[in-house]
């Protein structure tokens, strides 16, 4: 049997850093080098690199591509979202599936924004890292590493993941919740798409199926966004001064099920004005795991307002979906709409009917 292929794009993150004077960096063609000589990365008695067999007897190819200079993910931009893009489509054929390594600290942002920007995807896209470098004795690379390429190159999950610690989770519904903890990413409202154990046990009911259509780049250009954590003190002053222009979005991260503090002088004067003039304001929770809904007279005046409610979503998939919606030539009304629906899995809207029993 052919083996997998897979493409690995090196972004940067603590995976591929060796400590210097000033902390921890990345540095250039470590990664590769020090892959080539671990055996759960590479067979010494196979073509460089090559994974040893799977448990069905199956090995991965792969080999590593650097986009650099490698980054801390906390200086990544959408310029490099946009290459990283670009970067899988000009290899989009020769590969079975690719892995993006990248930073913990932004990979979920990352991860979003590829979601959105790669347009009738058809192959997987895996982003993963670690907390610990490769360059330790004790670490989570490797594991990282290797279950990341294999899922890429054995499986067909047509999904932009992240892979880590076991479990590949949906990009655009995954956040960094730990700093320190191996365990550090979370899917708090969307169940994991797979699970790594003694067996590889895939949600198969849950992987999204491609529409058939060829991959197309739908590029970030826009920056006009900003995200505002609510806080029982923020003043109407500080509200109004986000929305100024040029800000065209805004991810509003409201309290529980979307609620904010509709009573205090002009708070909805404000998002209403701002509204009006064409800001798109999406709220979403603060919470991990549940909806914004409308069931309270707090969350239900925000709307009124003109304020979107983002569902489920995370804040950081809200966020690079609005820039990305924001990016192409849409009405305020448009992008309104669209946010409100699921376009790559990002958000569910509860069902309207209560169902009491298995057979309807
Ligand atoms: N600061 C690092 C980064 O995000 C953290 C990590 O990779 O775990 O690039």
């Known amino acids: 049997m ?72 906390a200086e990544v931009g959408r310029e490099h979202w946009v290459r990283m893009a670009e970067a899988i489509a000009a290899r989009y054929d020769e590969f079975d599936g ?99 154990g003694t067996d590889v046990d895939v949600r198969w009911d849950l992987v999204q199926k491609p529409s058939g259509d060829p991959l197309n780049i739908v590029p970030i250009t826009s920056e006009r966004v900003a995200a505002l954590r609510l806080f029982p003190s923020i003043s109407w002053e500080t509200l109004e001064r986000f929305l100024e222009p040029p800000l065209q979005g805004l991810v509003l991260e409201t309290y529980g099920a979307g609620n904010a503090p509709s009573s205090r002088d002009r708070f909805l004067d404000v998002l209403g004005a701002a509204s009006a003039r064409g800001v798109v304001v999406v709220s979403v929770s603060q919470c991990q795991t549940g909806h914004v809904t409308a069931e309270y007279a707090a969350g239900r005046a925000l709307l009124g307002a003109g304020v979107v409610p983002g569902a489920d979503m995370t804040p950081e998939a809200a966020l690079t979906k609005l ?26 809207i509860p069902a309207t009917t209560p169902r009491f029993t298995w057979r309807d």
Do not use: C
């Not at 540095?27 to 020090?34: A, C, F, K, M, S």
């Not at 192409?328 to 629906?341: I, N, Y």
């Open 2 to 73: 052919a083996n997998g292929r897979v493409l690995v794009i090196h972004t940067g993150g603590t995976i591929g850093m060796k400590p210097g004077p000033d902390g921890y960096e990345p540095v250039d063609g470590w990664l590769p080098e020090r892959a080539a000589k671990i055996r759960a990365l590479h067979d010494p008695d196979q073509p460089l690199l090559t994974t040893p067999p799977s448990r069905f007897g199956r090995r991965v190819s792969w080999e590593i591509q650097e986009l650099r200079p490698l980054l801390d993910s």
């Open 98 to 196: 690719f892995v993006v390594v990248h930073g913990t600290d932004t990979m979920a942002y990352t991860a979003a924004a590829l979601s959105f920007m790669l347009e009738g995807l058809g192959k997987s896209v895996l982003l993963t890292g670690s907390q610990l470098p490769l360059a330790n004795t004790r670490n989570d690379a490797v594991e990282n590493l290797q279950g990341a390429i294999m899922l890429a190159g054995l499986y067909e999950i047509p999904e932009v993941g992240i892979f880590f610690a076991d479990k590949l989770m949906r990009g655009n519904r995954t956040s960094k919740v730990d700093a320190s903890g191996l365990d550090a990413f979370r899917s708090g409202s969307f169940p994991l798409l797979v699970r790594v």
């Open 323 to 348: 820039q990305w919606l924001l990016s192409q030539d849409l009405e305020p009304d448009e992008v309104r709409a669209r946010m409100q629906v699921s376009l790559r899995g990002e958000l569910t």
